[in-house]
């Protein structure tokens, strides 16, 4: 293998420095050749490739330590540490860290990083490249300048070219110049990008993304909207499958989807009904099979022209899942074989609606959907009777149903979402408990009776829900304090399920608070050979009532819940939050 001489600063890479630069010096670690070589006797032995797609699961932050285990497999992650890389350079950055160096010094760091990272073989490991202004999951509300640092800038443009390799990019606020339109026309194999622009950004911005683009998706409430002078253009329309677009950036990719000419799916905010350009960017993506329309914070504060009542039949024809406000549903559903429905728009329980509301919507649009959607997904206070009856009548082909299962806490930060499949140990089964599956056993606890509808076959329900007990403590694994937490979490859960549907209540063990732990349960409908051939089985899954057309269903229950928890600005940094907040569900 060919040397290279880089030279780097004193304080560039001062811990890492010395085994990285060893590791390139260095052939990959092989079997001496007169040894035989046998099918593999250890993990270890396993392929580079087997190991790399293994790894592929394996989190950032959790890489450093496993290329610290032994020399083979610091091999095989050493250039995964690499693969993304994340720049702060702006002014206000270099202020809210606080670091033990001037200003110059800190953009000098900037660029030797750049040059170090885009020089062979560096260029191409480099896989996804961040430039933000605050870390990940940081709570930037506070602050809407964000002075970039031209320098900087200037060598990360020079330098995109060189990463042959890059598949996501994340570029927030730059200098909109012929520097970055010449850089970002040269990016060949992009997958995803991330932009978000200022108010003064101006020129036509030449978009490389070959899946995904996605335009001032942000969470802050104080934004502003790019100029009218401020526009894009795609260099691979008919490659874009997935267009996303907060508040601040929907209309301008309204206006640039006229020029476009495939995508799959818009994801973009409510505010793109009232567009003047809806009907020409809609006629632009004529095999569109997928719509979401979000809400912010912003939309109660602005009122856009009125919503039309429909569309015509020749606009998107291939639709077939909306995700929504429900009233916004009998807009897009008309002549079109949806075949999913979320209707809601936002992770907030305050955007949940009542009942009634959502009852007249689901009437209105049996009469233009007929028998076909399979999933429906409702944001809902409660689910009472009356809809239930109105679910089960007007969508027989149902197949799964989720209730309030996007339901967040509001916090800032990244959300890891984890699913508890059983309890930490197996229970005794009572001695009369009937339909004991036999084969491969199962703990009793992840089963749940439910009375159905004989009419509505759901082979999957998602119920959003407060729950007590937590899915893990701060105190040990084995503790009684551990288990009793966990005892508690699956008990609520198994009551919440078991109650539905008439006795559904989503906040029946906590207040409804958006602060408080959401979770997920989620009930899946038991095959009939998982049960022991006695008839039993049969008879669990067919169990009908003889006053109401009604049959008892078994499935196996699962938890979901979210860990939460921010991003820092060193690559794979994880700070935990207060443990007020800690355990927060979806």
Same mark, same amino acid.
């Given at each position: 293998?060919?040397?290279?001489?880089?030279?780097?600063?004193?304080?560039?890479?001062?811990?890492?420095?010395?085994?990285?630069?060893?590791?390139?010096?260095?052939?990959?670690?092989?079997?001496?050749?007169?040894?035989?070589?046998?099918?593999?006797?250890?993990?270890?032995?396993?392929?580079?490739?087997?190991?790399?797609?293994?790894?592929?699961?394996?989190?950032?932050?959790?890489?450093?330590?496993?290329?610290?285990?032994?020399?083979?497999?610091?091999?095989?992650?050493?250039?995964?540490?690499?693969?993304?890389?994340?720049?702060?350079?702006?002014?206000?950055?270099?202020?809210?860290?606080?670091?033990?160096?001037?200003?110059?010094?800190?953009?000098?760091?900037?660029?030797?990083?750049?040059?170090?990272?885009?020089?062979?073989?560096?260029?191409?490991?480099?896989?996804?490249?961040?430039?933000?202004?605050?870390?990940?999951?940081?709570?930037?509300?506070?602050?809407?300048?964000?002075?970039?640092?031209?320098?900087?800038?200037?060598?990360?443009?020079?330098?995109?070219?060189?990463?042959?390799?890059?598949?996501?990019?994340?570029?927030?606020?730059?200098?909109?110049?012929?520097?970055?339109?010449?850089?970002?026309?040269?990016?060949?194999?992009?997958?995803?990008?991330?932009?978000?622009?200022?108010?003064?950004?101006?020129?036509?911005?030449?978009?490389?993304?070959?899946?995904?683009?996605?335009?001032?998706?942000?969470?802050?409430?104080?934004?502003?909207?790019?100029?009218?002078?401020?526009?894009?253009?795609?260099?691979?329309?008919?490659?874009?499958?997935?267009?996303?677009?907060?508040?601040?950036?929907?209309?301008?990719?309204?206006?640039?989807?006229?020029?476009?000419?495939?995508?799959?799916?818009?994801?973009?905010?409510?505010?793109?009904?009232?567009?003047?350009?809806?009907?020409?960017?809609?006629?632009?993506?004529?095999? /569109?099979?997928? *719509? !979401? $329309?979000? =809400? @912010?914070?912003?939309?109660?504060? +602005? &009122?856009?022209?009125?919503?039309?009542?429909?569309?015509?039949?020749?606009?998107?024809?291939?639709?077939?899942?909306?995700?929504?406000?429900?009233?916004?549903?009998?807009?897009?559903?008309?002549?079109?074989? /949806?075949?999913? *429905? !979320? $209707?809601? =728009? @936002?992770?907030?329980?305050?955007? +949940? &609606?009542?009942?009634?509301?959502?009852?007249?919507?689901?009437?209105?649009?049996?009469?233009?959907?007929?028998?076909?959607?399979?999933?429906?997904?409702?944001?809902?206070?409660?689910?009472?009777?009356?809809?239930?009856?109105?679910? !089960?009548?007007?969508?027989?082909?149902?197949?799964?149903?989720?209730?309030?299962?996007?339901?967040?806490?509001?916090?800032?930060?990244?959300?890891?979402?984890?699913?508890?499949?059983?309890?930490?140990?197996?229970?005794?089964?009572?001695?009369?408990?009937?339909?004991?599956?036999?084969?491969?056993?199962?703990?009793?606890?992840?089963?749940?009776?439910?009375?159905?509808?004989?009419?509505?076959?759901?082979?999957?329900?998602?119920?959003?829900?407060?729950?007590?007990?937590?899915?893990?403590?701060?105190?040990?694994?084995?503790?009684?304090?551990?288990?009793?937490?966990?005892?508690?979490?699956?008990?609520?859960?198994?009551?919440?399920?078991?109650?539905?549907?008439?006795?559904?209540?989503?906040?029946?063990?906590?207040?409804?608070?958006?602060?408080?732990?959401?979770?997920?349960?989620?009930?899946?409908?038991?095959?009939?050979?998982?049960?022991?051939?006695?008839?039993?089985?049969?008879?669990?899954?067919?169990?009908?009532?003889?006053?109401?057309?009604?049959?008892?269903?078994?499935?196996?229950?699962?938890?979901?819940?979210?860990?939460?928890?921010?991003?820092?600005?060193?690559?794979?940094?994880?700070?935990?939050?207060?443990?007020?907040?800690?355990?927060?569900?979806?």
């Amino acid at each position: 293998m060919t040397l290279m001489t880089v030279v780097l600063p004193v304080r560039s890479v001062r811990k890492k420095s010395s085994g990285f630069l060893k590791f390139w010096k260095s052939p990959a670690p092989e079997s001496p050749s007169n040894i035989e070589i046998h099918p593999a006797q250890t993990v270890l032995d396993l392929p580079t490739e087997i190991w790399l797609d293994i790894l592929s699961y394996v989190p950032e932050h959790s890489l450093d330590a496993l290329s610290r285990t032994c020399n083979r497999l610091r091999w095989i992650t050493l250039p995964l540490l690499f693969r993304s890389q994340l720049f702060f350079p702006f002014l206000e950055t270099f202020t809210f860290r606080r670091l033990d160096r001037t200003f110059n010094e800190y953009q000098e760091r900037i660029n030797q990083r750049v040059s170090f990272m885009s020089s062979a073989p560096m260029a191409g490991i480099i896989q996804e490249l961040h430039i933000l202004y605050y870390g990940p999951g940081y709570n930037r509300r506070h602050n809407v300048t964000h002075t970039p640092m031209e320098g900087g800038f200037d060598a990360l443009f020079s330098a995109l070219p060189n990463f042959q390799h890059l598949t996501k990019l994340i570029l927030q606020y730059p200098s909109c110049n012929d520097a970055l339109f010449g850089a970002l026309k040269q990016l060949q194999h992009l997958l995803s990008f991330e932009l978000e622009v200022s108010s003064a950004a101006s020129g036509t911005i030449p978009i490389p993304a070959q899946k995904e683009f996605i335009l001032n998706r942000t969470y802050s409430p104080i934004k502003l909207f790019p100029s009218d002078e401020f526009s894009l253009y795609f260099l691979f329309p008919a490659q874009l499958e997935v267009l996303v677009a907060g508040f601040t950036g929907t209309e301008t990719i309204a206006r640039a989807l006229n020029l476009t000419h495939e995508n799959a799916t818009l994801d973009l905010a409510v505010r793109f009904v009232a567009s003047p350009h809806l009907h020409g960017a809609l006629a632009a993506c004529p095999n /569109l099979t997928s *719509l !979401r $329309l979000r =809400s @912010s914070a912003l939309d109660g504060h +602005v &009122s856009p022209t009125p919503a039309p009542s429909h569309l015509p039949a020749t606009l998107i024809p291939h639709l077939t899942s909306f995700h929504g406000p429900p009233d916004f549903a009998l807009i897009f559903s008309p002549h079109r074989t /949806l075949r999913a *429905l !979320r $209707l809601w =728009s @936002s992770h907030s329980v305050s955007s +949940v &609606s009542a009942p009634w509301l959502v009852h007249g919507i689901l009437s209105q649009l049996s009469m233009s959907m007929g028998l076909r959607l399979t999933s429906l997904d409702l944001g809902v206070t409660l689910l009472p009777h009356s809809l239930f009856a109105a679910i !089960r009548d007007v969508f027989p082909s149902l197949e799964r149903l989720a209730v309030n299962a996007h339901l967040d806490s509001f916090h800032p930060g990244t959300v890891v979402r984890h699913t508890l499949h059983a309890p930490p140990s197996p229970p005794s089964i009572p001695a009369d408990a009937k339909f004991e599956p036999t084969g491969n056993r199962l703990p009793a606890e992840m089963y749940v009776n439910l009375r159905l509808p004989a009419s509505l076959r759901i082979h999957s329900l998602r119920l959003g829900t407060q729950l007590a007990g937590a899915p893990d403590t701060d105190t040990d694994a084995d503790s009684p304090d551990h288990n009793s937490e966990l005892a508690t979490l699956w008990e609520s859960a198994k009551e919440v399920m078991g109650a539905f549907p008439n006795g559904y209540d989503p906040t029946s063990w906590r207040r409804w608070l958006v602060d408080r732990p959401w979770y997920v349960v989620e009930w899946n409908r038991v095959e009939e050979e998982k049960f022991d051939s006695d008839g039993q089985g049969e008879e669990a899954r067919h169990g009908k009532d003889e006053e109401e057309d009604t049959e008892v269903v078994r499935g196996r229950i699962s938890i979901e819940y979210g860990e939460h928890f921010f991003q820092g600005f060193q690559r794979g940094m994880r700070i935990a939050p207060p443990r007020a907040v800690r355990g927060f569900g979806i």
